[in-house]
C-alpha cells in the first residue's frame, strides 16, 4: 500500500482541521482548565458527534461510516494540534475499539448505537500499577448465582470520572483467563478518586468492591480476553501516536514562528546557527513521526501481523519525539516559554502524560526488542 | 605553627558541632518539604512556626547569619577555613539555612567589592540581621538575555534619580522590600551606560505584578517604575559603570542556580526507582531507565568533584579551572535531567497536579520549575556562547 | 483498461523473474564481500571474474544496465513502473548491479536535463554500455563545502577552453576516463561565474594522485589540470550558469550517499549481537547495548519507511515531503551511528586492522570509511544549514 | 585530600611534556607504523627508564621512587597526547601493579629490579572472549610433579609480541583459585598470533599447551588471586582513563587550533555558532574528566575503598567523552580530517582500540549500577 492518505481521508483530515480551528483552538484549553479543570465542551462533543467522529471506525453493518483508523488518525492528529480535551480517547478510540473485537453481538450492536448517538461515554479500566504493565491483572471476577461479582482496584482510568461505562479487565478465579466486563459507572460498590493531571485532564483510580456483573455485560469469551485486550492496546497507542504527531508539529511550527519573529542582539533569534540545527534537527525527528504513524494507522486497517511492532515503533518514536520537541520549544521561546501566559509550555506537559499512557518509549523500545526476540 | 593553626581548627569544629547540636531545633535538621520553611526575612517576613524563629535569632545572636563577612558589617567575622567547618558541620546535622536573601549571595559580594565603605556601613549590617528582602532587577520584557538592551531609564535630576521602565523575572519582587537595578543612565552607548541601583520599593511609583510559570507558581514577578524617586547616595559604583557590577553579580548567580553552595543531604534517584519499579534477576526491572539512572548519578557524581577541584584549584591560587558559565549550564541542565528521569520512575503518579497525596503535584510542577533553570541568570544557549568566547577564544564573525 | 495495465505488468513481472533467475549467474546473487566484485567498465575496466563478465554483458545485451533511459540513448525504454518491478525483482533475487557509474547516477540525470540533444546521442550510450569511467570534480583544496570559492578556470581560447586548478575528493579519479567539472569562466560574480564541462582524463595535462583515508585505502584523488585543452563542444548547459546543474548533481550525490535505492538485502546489527554476546534471561547480555541497537534499528527501520513516503508522495505528485538534505544527513548519520555500535559489538575483534582473520581488517576499516560519510557530499553542517533555511525558512543574519 | 596537584607532580608533568615534545611528537607514531607497524622506539624506552618512568609506582623498600599513581597518571596524562608508543601500560601500568600486590617478595624483588633496569619487558594476559570479561577464566593450572603446567588460551594481549615474561590468570584444578603466574615468553608450549589493530598498536592472541610452571613463580596465594586481579584491572582502568585525558585534551586543542585557522565562506569556520555551542559542550565534559581521573588516582595513592567505583567512573566517563571527542575533533577538520595525512585521525582510532581494554563505557555503566545495587 502506499504511503500515502488517499483524497477521501484528506478530505477528512482538512474539514476537521477547518472546525477546530473555529471551535476548539489552543486556548480552549486553558478556558476549560480555569474553569476548575472542566474535562471538556459538551455541546462541542455534540458537535464532534454529529460530524461523525464517533462512527468512522465503526463498520457498516452496525451503521458505521467504516471509514478505518486512518481516518480516525487524521482527526486524532489535528485534535493533537489544538491539545482539544473530549472524551475520543477513552470512548472511542479505546473503548469502542474494544467493543469491535467482542462476539458479544447484542452488547455490541447497542453499545455502538449509543457510542455513534454521543449518549453514551465508555471508559476502559485496565491498569493496576504506576506504571503500564499488560501483565499484571489482580482483579477478581467470580461467579455468584447466575452472574458475577467484581473485585479491585485500577488506576489512571482515563475520563473515569464522567463515563456512563466501564469495560474492566480482570482474572477468572482459574487466574488464567482474562475477563473483560461491561459495567455501569454508577454501580453499587464502586468508587472513584478523581485525580487531575499536569496535562489538565482528569484520570481516576477507581475500586471495585464486590460490583454485581450481568453475565450478559461480558465482552469477551473464553481465552480470547488477553488478545482483544493486547489488540485493543496496539491500536491505541497507534491513535495516540496519531495525537502526538499533530501536537510534535504544531509545538514545532509555533516555535518556528517565534524564532522569525522574536529579536535578540539586534537580529531575529532564528539567524542563530545554533538554533537552526536543533531545528533541522527536529524538523527531520518529525518527518520520520510522519512515515510511522501513517504506516501503522494503515496496519490497524489492513490488518497487517506486524502491528504489535509497528505500534511500539510509532509509540516510542513519537513519545522520544515529542519529548524532544517540547522541551525545544520551550526552551526557544525563552522567558515567555516557561510563564504559563504562553501556551507552548501546554505541549511540555501533554507530552509528559501522554508518553505514560500504555507505555512509555522505554517499555516500547524494550517490547520491540523483544518483539525481534532479544 | 602548623600545628597549632589545626588544634585551633579541631577545636573550632568541636565547639561548632557542640553549639549546632545544642542550638539547632530537630525540626530544623530535616529536609527541606515546602519553599514556606525558608525564612526569607524582610519587613514582610513571617515566621513558619517557632522553631524556624528560634533558630533564626540563636544564629543571629552567633552572628552566623553570614559568618564569614567582617564583625564590622554584621558578620561572623570567621576565615574561610573556619566557614568552610561550619558548613560541613551543618550539611553532617542536615541543617537547614536560617535565612536566605539575595542580600547574603548577590547582593552583598558585590557591595563588599563596589561599594563605598558608608554605604558598606549603612547595608549590610541591615542584611546580617534579615531585616531588608532584596531583590534582583536586572531582564527587561525586550531584553531577555541581552542585557545592552536595558530600557528603564533613570534621568539625573540633581539630588535623585527619576527612575521609568519595568523590569521582568524580579525574583519575588512582591514579597521584596529593596531592589538592585540595572537602570541606563545614559542611552549614547551599550554597555557603558548602564548604572547600578539600589531601590526602596516602597517608594511611591514602584508596583509589580506576579508572574505565573508553567508550575503554576508565581516565584517571579514584574516590577514597574513610574517616575520614581531615588536619592543620589543609592548608586552604588560609578556612574554608567554599572556593568561591571552586573557582571560580577551575574556570575555569582550562575553559581548560586547551579547548585554551588548547595548544602543538602544527597537523596539518590536510583534509590527511588529500586523502592518503586522493583529488580529482576538482581537489576533494575526497566533496564533502559537503568541505564539512563546510571549516566545521570555518574555525571552528577563527576560534577560534583569538578566544583570540588575549581574550589581546590582556586584555593592554591591557581584560576585555570572551568568558568561560571560552565557549571551554570552543567548544575542546571543535571537538575532537569534528573527531574525528567524521576518523571519516568514514577509514571502515572508523577504527573498529578492536584491531589493531597501528591502534595498538590509536587513532583510535577517542580519538574516544569527546572525548565526555567535553564533560562534564568543566562540562558543555556548564552552560556555557551560565553564559553565559546570567552574561554575558548572561538572568534566572532 | 486499469485492468489491462495490470495484467500486462504482472506478465512483465512474471517475465524478468524469469528471464533473472535463467540469466544471473549464482555467485552474482551472493552478498558483496570486496569492493573489487563491483564492476566499474570504462578503458581500465576489468571483470572480476568470468560470472561478473557474463552477468554484465547478458543485461548490457537486454538492455538493462540503465534500464529506464528511453532506447535512443540506449536505454532499455522501461516506465518508471516496470523498473521499480525490475529492481524489485532484483533484490528478491539478490542480483548484484551489473555495472556501477557516476555516469549512471549522476551525470546521466544532469544530462537529460540540462544538454544539448546531440550531446546526449554521443554521452548516453557509451554510458549506458559501460565504456566510459565518469568521475565527478567539483571540491577543491580550500573549498571544501563552499562551492562558491571555486578557483579552477577555464580560460575562452577561441575553439576551446584552457583548463588550469585542481580537485580534490575525485572519486577513484585514478581509475576514471572522463571527470565532469565545475570550472570558473568568470571571475567577477561567484554563483554565476561557473560552468559544467566534461574532461577527458586522458588530455595532456591531466594527472592524479590518490588521497589516502583513514581507513588506509585511497577511494578518492586529487586531480590536477595544467593548461588542458578541453574542446568548446564539451560544455554543457550553459555558459556560466553551472551552479544550476551542480545543485541539481548535489542532490543526487546526497540521495545516493544518503542510501536510497540501495538494493542490498537488510543484515540486522541485533542478529550479529545476540550470535556474538549472547543472552542472559531471553535478552542481550548487554542490556545498554541493546537499548542502543533496538533505538538505531528503530530509527532504521523508520527511516526506511521514510523514504518509501516520500516516493509515494513524489508519485501521486506531491513533493512537500523531506528533501535531499534530510536524506542524506539522516541516511549518512545511522549508518556512521550502526558502524559504531558494531564496534561495541565485536569487541577485541572489531578493531583489527590487518589480519587475515579479519579480512585485512574489513570492519575496523569501514567503520574509519563512515567518518567520510557526513563530509563528502555537502557536510552535515552544510545539510543542516540548508534544511534550515531553504524548508524551514530561518532567516540569516 | 585537596583536588588538585602538588608541586613535585606537577614538576614531573612538565618535565614529561618537556621531553616527549622533543623525543615523541604526534608525528612518530606514524613513523613507527610506516615501519611495518613497529610496537616502540626502544632507544627512547630506554630513555624514558632512564628517567625513572618504570621506577615511578615501586616503593623506596625495592629501590623505587615511590612517586605513587598520580605522578604515573601525569605520565600517561602527556603519553596520551603524543600517542607514544611504549610498553608503560603493560610493564609498569599493569605487570609492575600486579607484581607490588603480589606476596612473592623473591619474584617481586627480582621482577621490580628488570622493569626498572628497563632489561625485561612484562605482559599481562588475561583475556578470554571478545570482550572484557573478568570472570570468565578457562585456562587451567594443573599440579605436575613440583610444579605446574599451564594450558589455555589468552586474548589480546598488550604487547604480547615483545614481552619478556607473561603474567597469565587461570584457575587450579578445583576450579575455584585464581591463579596468577609468572612464565618466560619463550617458553615450550606458547604460541603467539600477532595482530596489529586500528591504533597500529600490536595485541597478541596466545595459547599455552602443557607450559611448565615452577611453583616459585606462583604470584598468588591461594585465594588472593581474584583479589589482585580486580585491583590490578581497577588500577589500570584509572591509568588507562589518564591517559585518555591526555588523548582527549590534545585532540580538542588540535580541534580549537583547526577552527581558529580554517576559512571558509569567507570566515573562520570557529564562528560559527553551531560549532562553537559543540566546542562549549566538550569543554564541559573534558572538565569533567579532569576531575574524575584526577580523583580516582588521588584514590589509588591513599588506598581509597572507592577505588571500584571510582575506577569505573573514570573508565567509564573517559571512554565516552573519547569517542565524542574524537567523533566531533574529526568531523571539525572536514575534508581534510578523514585523510591518512591529517594526524586527527589517530586519536579516532585510539579512542576505539582503548575504549574497549579492561571494559568499554557500557560495562562500566553496568558496573557502576551494581555496586550502587541496583
Not at chain 1, 482483544?228 to 504527531?245: N, P, Q, S
Not at chain 2, 544564629?59 to 561550619?86: A, R
Not at chain 2, 508553567?214 to 513610574?226: Q, V, Y
Amino acid at each position: 500500500m502506499a504511503l500515502i492518505i488517499n483524497e477521501e481521508q484528506q478530505m477528512l483530515k482538512t474539514s476537521t482541521k477547518e472546525f477546530l480551528d473555529l471551535k476548539s483552538p489552543l486556548s480552549s484549553l486553558r478556558v476549560l482548565r480555569d474553569h476548575s479543570y472542566k474535562t471538556h465542551d459538551k455541546d462541542l462533543w455534540m458537535e464532534m458527534v454529529e460530524m461523525g467522529w464517533t462512527a468512522l471506525t465503526i463498520p457498516e453493518e452496525y451503521n458505521g461510516l467504516n471509514f478505518g483508523y486512518v481516518g480516525l488518525g487524521q482527526v486524532l492528529e489535528e485534535m493533537g494540534r489544538k491539545l482539544t480535551l473530549s472524551p475520543i480517547i477513552s470512548t472511542v478510540l479505546m473503548s469502542s475499539t474494544l467493543i469491535s473485537l467482542s462476539k458479544n453481538e447484542i452488547l455490541k450492536t447497542k453499545l455502538f448505537q449509543e457510542i455513534m448517538n454521543g449518549s453514551k461515554l465508555v471508559s476502559t479500566a485496565h491498569e493496576e500499577g504506576i506504571q503500564h504493565n499488560p501483565n499484571t491483572i489482580n482483579s477478581l471476577l467470580s461467579k455468584q448465582g447466575e452472574g458475577y461479582v467484581l473485585n479491585g482496584k485500577k488506576n489512571f482510568v482515563i475520563d473515569g470520572s464522567i463515563s456512563d461505562y466501564l469495560i474492566v479487565s480482570s482474572k477468572d478465579e482459574s487466574g488464567s483467563n482474562t475477563m473483560l466486563v461491561l459495567v455501569d459507572s454508577k454501580s453499587d460498590g464502586i468508587t472513584y478518586n478523581n485525580k487531575v493531571h499536569m496535562d489538565s485532564r482528569t484520570y481516576s483510580d477507581v475500586s471495585f468492591r464486590n460490583v454485581k456483573v450481568d453475565k450478559l455485560n461480558l465482552l469477551s469469551e473464553e481465552n480470547d480476553g488477553d488478545s482483544i485486550l493486547e489488540k485493543t492496546f496496539d491500536i491505541a497507542r497507534v491513535g495516540l501516536a496519531a495525537e502526538m504527531l499533530g501536537s510534535v508539529q504544531e509545538a514545532f511550527e509555533m516555535t518556528m514562528s517565534y524564532l522569525k519573529e522574536r529579536e535578540q542582539f539586534g537580529v531575529k533569534i532564528g539567524s542563530f546557527q545554533a538554533l537552526q540545527h536543533r531545528s533541522a534537527l527536529m524538523f527531520g525527528e518529525i518527518e520520520l513521526c510522519k512515515s510511522i504513524v501513517l504506516k501503522a494507522l494503515q496496519a490497524i486497517d489492513s490488518n497487517d501481523s506486524n502491528l504489535p511492532k509497528l505500534a511500539s515503533l510509532a509509540k516510542a518514536k513519537l513519545g522520544m519525539t515529542f519529548k524532544l520537541v517540547s522541551n525545544e520549544a520551550v526552551q526557544m521561546h525563552g522567558g515567555i516559554g516557561v510563564t504559563d501566559d504562553a501556551d507552548i509550555g501546554f505541549f511540555l506537559k501533554r507530552a509528559r502524560v501522554i508518553q505514560r499512557i500504555l507505555g512509555d518509549s522505554n517499555y516500547h523500545l524494550d517490547r520491540l526488542a523483544k518483539i525481534n526476540n532479544y | 605553627m602548623e600545628t597549632q593553626v589545626n588544634v585551633d581548627l579541631t577545636s573550632f569544629r568541636m565547639e561548632a558541632r557542640k553549639w549546632l547540636e545544642d542550638n539547632c531545633p530537630l525540626s530544623m535538621r530535616e529536609k527541606l518539604t515546602d519553599p514556606k520553611q525558608l525564612f526569607w526575612g524582610g519587613r514582610k517576613g513571617e515566621f513558619y512556626n517557632k522553631d524556624q524563629k528560634d533558630w533564626f535569632e540563636r544564629m543571629l545572636k552567633k552572628k552566623w547569619i553570614v559568618p564569614y563577612w567582617e564583625t564590622k558589617y554584621g558578620g561572623g567575622g570567621l576565615t574561610p577555613t573556619q566557614n568552610n567547618i561550619l558548613n560541613q558541620e551543618m550539611t553532617r546535622l542536615g541543617c537547614r539555612k536560617p535565612h536566605i536573601n539575595f542580600g547574603i549571595t548577590m547582593l552583598g559580594p558585590a557591595m563588599l567589592k563596589f561599594a563605598s565603605e558608608e554605604q558598606k556601613l549603612h547595608y549590610l549590617p541591615q542584611i546580617t540581621k534579615g531585616k531588608i528582602r532584596w531583590v534582583q532587577g536586572y531582564s527587561e520584557p525586550n531584553a531577555g538575555s541581552d542585557l545592552a538592551n536595558l530600557q528603564t531609564k533613570a534621568e539625573d535630576k540633581g539630588d535623585h534619580f527619576l527612575v521609568t521602565g519595568s523590569k521582568v523575572w524580579t525574583s519575588f519582587g512582591d514579597k521584596g522590600d529593596w531592589i538592585f537595578c540595572l537602570v541606563r543612565t545614559d542611552f549614547s552607548s551599550k554597555h557603558n551606560g548602564v548604572s547600578f541601583l539600589l531601590i526602596d520599593m516602597a517608594s511611591e511609583g514602584v508596583s509589580t505584578r506576579p508572574i505565573k510559570l508553567i508550575s503554576g507558581n508565581s516565584p517571579f514577578t514584574e516590577t514597574f517604575f513610574d517616575s520614581v524617586k531615588v536619592p543620589k547616595e543609592n548608586l552604588v559604583g560609578t556612574l554608567n559603570e554599572g556593568w561591571t557590577i552586573a557582571k560580577y553579580l551575574l556570575t555569582h548567580e550562575r553559581q548560586m542556580i547551579g547548585g554551588i553552595g548547595d548544602t543538602d543531604k544527597k537523596e539518590y534517584l536510583r534509590d527511588e526507582a529500586i523502592k518503586v519499579l522493583g529488580k529482576n534477576n538482581d537489576i533494575l526491572s526497566d533496564t533502559i531507565l537503568r541505564a539512563k539512572i546510571a549516566e545521570l548519578e555518574m555525571n552528577q557524581e563527576i560534577f560534583d568533584l569538578t566544583i570540588q577541584r575549581t574550589m581546590d584549584e582556586h584555593k592554591a591560587g591557581n584560576n585555570s579551572g572551568a568558568a561560571s558559565s560552565f557549571f551554570k549550564y552543567y548544575g542546571t541542565e543535571l537538575s532537569i535531567q534528573s527531574e525528567e528521569l524521576r518523571l519516568s520512575v514514577n509514571g502515572f503518579n508523577a504527573s498529578e497536579w492536584t491531589s493531597e497525596e501528591s502534595n498538590n503535584g509536587a513532583q510535577a510542577r517542580h519538574f516544569c520549575r527546572t525548565k526555567g533553570y535553564s533560562i534564568e541568570g543566562g540562558t543555556h544557549e548564552v552560556q555557551l556562547n560565553i564559553i565559546a568566547k570567552r574561554i575558548l577564544g572561538l572568534p566572532s564573525k
